[in-house]
């Protein structure tokens, strides 16, 4: 019996993941009832993850800023590499979105059902440079934390290290 649990425990967790998905689709393939009535599995999942979203950020940025200790030029300079990686990591999904958008044209045959004034009327909702730039900053970190606004988080983050860093103590 101990010889089964280890062989399982040393699968990767990639190899899992891979597992999972097969699995998921074939249960979807074969037993399309039975794959609906464990949508809640998907639902746990899903919250697991949202959950350590906040988190793992908060303290990536925390820890990564404050182990550059006081050279900010250290800091700028990750800053920059983040945002480059983030601009071409971005740029590359955005083309794979756009060809498998071409590829597969979703929506395509789709009639949808609604009058032109619903549509108005979320084009009116459009945000503004200080509708954004109020979305920013947060009302309290707890707030930011559980409904996800990663990036209020983020701007909490560099608050809580540049109090902790330049105010005195």
Same mark, same amino acid.
């Given at each position: &019996?101990?010889?089964?649990? +280890? !062989? ?12 999972? &998905? ?8 074969? @037993? $399309? ?5 464990? /949508? @809640?599995?998907? =639902?746990?999942?899903? !919250?697991?993850? /949202? ?20 050279? &900010? /030029? ?31 044209? $979703? ?12 549509? /108005?009327?979320?084009?009116?909702? =459009? $945000?503004?440079? &200080? ?10 970190? @707890?707030?930011?934390?559980? !409904?996800?606004?990663?990036? +209020?988080?983020?701007? @909490? ?7 902790? !860093?330049?105010?005195?103590?």
């Amino acid at each position: &019996m101990g010889t089964i649990f +280890q !062989r399982l425990r040393s699968i990767s967790l990639t190899s899992w993941i891979i597992i999972a &998905m097969v699995a998921g689709v074939f249960i979807g393939w074969l @037993f $399309p009832e039975f794959g609906v009535s464990l /949508k @809640f599995l998907s =639902t746990i999942f899903l !919250r697991m993850i /949202k959950s350590i979203i906040v988190p793992i950020i908060f303290g990536t940025l925390v820890v990564g800023i404050a182990g550059h200790g006081d050279d &900010m /030029k250290r800091v700028g300079r990750l800053a920059l590499k983040s945002l480059i990686y983030f601009e071409v990591v971005t740029t590359i999904a955005l083309f794979i979105g756009l060809g498998a958008a071409n590829l597969v044209k $979703p929506g395509v045959g789709v009639t949808i059902q609604g009058t032109a004034d619903s549509g /108005k009327q979320l084009a009116q909702n =459009t $945000p503004t440079g &200080m509708g954004f730039l109020e979305h920013v900053v947060p009302q309290s970190f @707890f707030e930011a934390a559980s !409904r996800n606004e990663v990036l +209020q988080v983020v701007f @909490f983050s560099i608050l809580f290290f540049w109090r902790a !860093r330049v105010l005195p103590r």
